[in-house]
């Protein structure tokens, strides 16, 4: 938020990329606190499970994320034009369902392997239970979500009406 604060409100673009640059180094930051903290024989807690399951999503959703919210910030503050959006219908709405799940694929098979991670880092399960937690919730996202890209799969929409002068009814 204070890079695009510093980008956008305060005109410093410099220094707003320099921020915005600065996030990654969090999420390795965060990586490498919570590597030595149960290195040092801290009790695994919820909290290292939770951040093996943040770094997964941030991994896979970081970039959008913050490439959206620039967006956003450009339209406000910056007199940027609002970013057109395509109606997706057809094959492309089902490519588009289906690649949406498959980053959270992803992001689930990032948090699950920095989790196992830790696990073998404490010594096994038995020591690193604390640290499954997060996975069941992880797990019913991944299982429920793909019930959209079922659906849009079955039903993927029709191309919008046009007038003769190109316009949509």
């Known amino acids: 938020m204070s890079g695009l604060a510093a980008r956008y409100i305060a005109g410093w673009r410099r220094v707003g990329g320099a921020l915005l640059l600065c996030v990654p180094l969090l999420d390795v930051v965060l990586l490498a606190a919570t590597v030595i903290s149960v290195r040092n024989g801290a009790e695994p807690s919820i909290w290292h499970g939770l951040s093996a399951a943040y770094l997964g999503i941030t991994v896979v959703y970081g970039h959008s994320t913050l490439r959206w919210a620039d967006q956003k910030f450009a339209q406000r503050y910056g007199n940027a034009p609002k970013p057109t959006t395509p109606t997706l219908y057809g094959r492309q709405a089902i490519v588009a369902a289906w690649l949406s799940w498959l980053r959270f694929l992803l992001a689930y098979g990032i948090s ?12 096994g399960v038995q020591e690193g239970a604390p640290l499954l937690v997060w996975l069941n919730p992880l797990t019913k996202i991944l299982v429920y979500s793909v019930i959209w890209p079922l659906i849009t799969t079955l039903r993927p929409g029709t191309a919008p009406d046009t007038q003769p002068d190109g316009e949509p009814s």
């Open 112 to 123: 699950v392997g920095l989790t196992v991670g830790l696990i073998a880092l404490v010594g």
